[in-house]
């Protein structure tokens, strides 16, 4: 899957290099890999946004997700459709639960952003099956945006997941919380090649069979670079890769994330 997945990838970029290269580059922005950054897509700007990521013991997720101002910077609107293997027993595959997310640009001055988002998280993915939580969830997420100088910008994030009577398989039912945490640097060794480390965190409660709940940590290292190709049009795709490594409670996982976004005018 992740062969097929990588030719699209290059697929794309050939397709869409037929158009006429920028003259000037356009940086990147908002193209994290596990990490939000802090801008909102520009007035009249939509972005697609596709993601893989395949880790050890052959589990994967890939998720489908579009951005768009509304109807300015200030409101972003956006959707995310997951599909996933799910590790545990059973190994099931298919859809999990859709995301639909509002967020605001709080800040946007001085090499500072800051854009709170808050996520309805719909069920569905079939929870009996592992692929959901069946039922609605909530997400508040902060990511915060730092450019410490023209080649070195920071990203910051910190989230709380409530979801209200989450089922396990077995259909048992409790209300879970969880946390996500973390931070990344990005290096532009030129405007459209950027080198970039993220640092993530999460920390799930999960229901048992009994109705009783337990908390999983995991945290991830994920080394990676991005490019982006610009053209006259406006159109601007990155594609980029990442090789995310397990350390603390997740020591020994490991694995590749790839990435594709395109980014346009909606006129």
């Not at 990511?143 to 048992?172: C, I, M, Q, R, Y």
């Amino acid at each position: 899957m992740l062969r097929k997945f990588t030719g699209a990838v290059m697929f794309g970029i050939l397709l869409a290099a037929g158009g006429a290269f920028a003259e000037e580059p356009k940086k990147i922005q908002d193209n994290s890999f596990l990490i939000e950054e802090a801008y909102n897509q520009e007035d009249g700007v939509i972005q697609h946004i596709q993601t893989f990521q395949y880790m050890k013991g052959d589990t994967w997720a890939y998720a489908f997700t579009q951005e768009l101002a509304a109807p300015t910077q200030a409101h972003q609107l956006a959707y995310s459709i997951p599909v996933l293997k799910n590790p545990k027993p059973g190994r099931e595959s298919g859809l999990g639960d859709i995301s639909l997310n509002y967020r605001y640009q709080a800040v946007m001055k001085e090499g500072i952003a800051l854009a709170p988002s808050f996520s309805l998280i719909l069920p569905t993915g079939d929870y009996k099956r592992g692929l959901g939580s069946g039922t609605v969830g909530y997400k508040l997420n902060i990511p915060l945006s730092v450019e410490l100088s023209d080649k070195v910008v920071t990203h910051w994030n910190t989230g709380l997941t409530f979801t209200p009577n989450a089922k396990e398989p077995g259909g048992a039912k409790a209300d879970t919380v969880s946390l996500n945490y973390g931070a990344s640097v990005v290096y532009l060794l030129t405007e459209n090649f950027n080198l970039m480390l993220e640092a993530v965190g999460t920390s799930d409660e999960e229901v048992e069979a009994d109705g009783s709940t337990t908390r999983e940590d995991s945290f991830l290292i994920n080394p990676g670079f991005r490019y982006a190709f610009n053209f006259k049009s406006g159109l601007q795709i990155v594609p980029g890769l990442s090789f995310p490594i397990g350390i603390g409670p997740s020591k020994g996982d490991y694995g590749v994330f790839a990435y594709l976004s395109f980014e346009h005018s909606l006129f």
